[in-house]
């Protein structure tokens, strides 16, 4: 039996998440407004876009069961179960760029006793987005 901190060979880094979406064309609007990522992928399901070296996938929830099924989607406004993070130079300066694009913070910026400063926001169908910086 493997030592818990051994990785398996299969468990490389995070290449794409799936985001389910209730409403393809606003989460896509979304994401391009507040974020300007360029489009990695597009059809009449789905939108990718690349962070880095990970593509965040928003899929049409009516598509999800081929993804997880068995397991179902949660409803929108069911609560958060995640949140998405990244790193960013300044939060402060991230925030007032948010605010310029339409986004209302959820919260922040606040200090952590961790050392970091924070804020998130979520995207319309409630996913959330922290963003964080080093005190």
């Not at 994401?31 to 990970?54: H, I, K, L, N, Q």
């Not at 919260?107 to 169908?125: I, L, Q």
């Amino acid at each position: 039996m493997p030592a818990e901190d051994e990785a398996p060979s299969w468990a490389g880094g995070v290449a794409l998440i799936n985001l389910f979406v209730a409403d393809l064309d606003a989460a896509r609007a979304f994401y391009r407004r507040v974020f300007g990522r360029p489009v990695e992928f597009e059809d009449d399901r789905s939108t990718a876009f690349r962070f880095g070296e990970v593509l965040v996938n928003l899929l049409d929830e009516s598509a999800a069961p081929g993804v997880i099924a068995p397991a179902v989607v949660a409803a929108p406004g069911g609560g958060s179960r995640f949140a998405l993070a990244m790193t960013v130079p300044d939060v402060d300066a991230a925030c007032a760029e948010l605010r310029t694009r339409g986004v209302e913070l959820l919260n922040g910026p606040v200090d952590h006793p961790w050392g970091m400063r924070t804020a998130a926001f979520a995207d319309p169908d409630g996913n959330v987005w922290e963003i964080a910086s080093p005190v």
